[in-house]
C-alpha cells in the first residue's frame, strides 16, 4: 500500500508538471495561475499545493526534470573513452549535449524559459539562465585548462578559447531555439564545433 501510494504521488507530481510545461508553453508563465494548471491537469487546487508550495517551486521542478548537469557530460566521456584528451572530451560531451537538446520536452521546456518566462515574485529566468551559463562555463574553462597545460591549444589562451566556444554555443542556441523545427542542432554543431576546435588546436573526429 505505501509503495503505491508513494508511486501515485510521484505520478500526481509529473501530471502536473506536463500541464504546467503546456499551459506555460500557450499562455506564457506569468499569465498562468497555478489553478489553471490544476484545473488542466484534472486535479484541485490542494493537490498542486501538497506538492508545490509555490509558481516559482513548479517552475523550478519543471526545469530540474530536463536539466542535465554539464559536468556530467563529460563524466560519460571519460566511462566511454578514458583516453580522450581535453580537446577531444569537450567536443564528445559538447556534441552529446547538443543532440539531447532535441527531444520535444526540452525544447518545450527551453523555449519557455528563452521565451515565455517573465520577470516576476520569485521568478528570475535570467537568474536561472545566468546559473546553467556559469556551470556550463566553469566546466569548459577546466577542461580548456587542462588542454592548455598538456600544449593543445595553439596560439590561444584557456580563457579565450572557453570565451569563444561558449560564444558558439550560446548563439548556436538562442537561434536554432527560435525555430527548433528548421534544422538539427546536434548536425549543425558539429560542423561549427569541428571548425572551431581545429582552430584552437586540433582534434581528430572520429565520425
Given at each position: 500500500m505505501v509503495r503505491r501510494t508513494k508511486a501515485e504521488a510521484a505520478a500526481t507530481r509529473e501530471a502536473l508538471i506536463d500541464a504546467a510545461e503546456e499551459m506555460f508553453l500557450e499562455h506564457g508563465v506569468a499569465r498562468t495561475s497555478l489553478e489553471q494548471v490544476a484545473r488542466h491537469a484534472g486535479m484541485t487546487r490542494g493537490a498542486l499545493y501538497w506538492h508545490f508550495k509555490n509558481k516559482a517551486d513548479l517552475v523550478k521542478a519543471m526545469l530540474q526534470r530536463v536539466h542535465l548537469p554539464f559536468q556530467d557530460l563529460f563524466d560519460q566521456v571519460?566511462?566511454?573513452?578514458?583516453?580522450?584528451?581535453?580537446?577531444?572530451?569537450?567536443?564528445?560531451?559538447?556534441?552529446?549535449?547538443?543532440?539531447?537538446?532535441?527531444?520535444?520536452?526540452?525544447?518545450?521546456?527551453?523555449?519557455?524559459?528563452?521565451?515565455?518566462?517573465?520577470?516576476?515574485?520569485?521568478?528570475?529566468?535570467?537568474?536561472?539562465?545566468?546559473?546553467?551559463?556559469?556551470?556550463?562555463f566553469g566546466v569548459l574553462q577546466h577542461y580548456f585548462k587542462m588542454a592548455e597545460a598538456q600544449g593543445q591549444l595553439k596560439n590561444i589562451s584557456a580563457d579565450v578559447a572557453?570565451?569563444?566556444?561558449?560564444?558558439?554555443?550560446?548563439?548556436?542556441?538562442?537561434?536554432?531555439?527560435?525555430?527548433?523545427?528548421?534544422?538539427?542542432?546536434?548536425?549543425?554543431?558539429?560542423?561549427?564545433?569541428?571548425?572551431?576546435?581545429?582552430?584552437?588546436?586540433?582534434?581528430?573526429?572520429?565520425?
Open positions: 571519460d566511462t566511454v573513452c578514458p583516453q580522450a584528451s581535453p580537446l577531444e572530451a569537450i567536443r564528445a560531451a559538447c556534441i552529446h549535449g547538443l543532440e539531447q537538446l532535441e527531444t520535444p520536452q526540452k525544447i518545450r521546456v527551453h523555449t519557455i524559459l528563452t521565451y515565455r518566462c517573465e520577470l516576476f515574485g520569485d521568478i528570475d529566468p535570467q537568474e536561472m539562465e545566468r546559473e546553467i551559463t556559469e556551470e556550463i572557453t570565451e569563444m566556444l561558449y560564444a558558439l554555443l550560446s548563439g548556436l542556441f538562442h537561434t536554432w531555439i527560435r525555430q527548433p523545427e528548421d534544422y538539427s542542432i546536434s548536425q549543425q554543431g558539429r560542423v561549427l564545433l569541428d571548425t572551431l576546435l581545429n582552430m584552437m588546436g586540433g582534434t581528430e573526429s572520429p565520425d
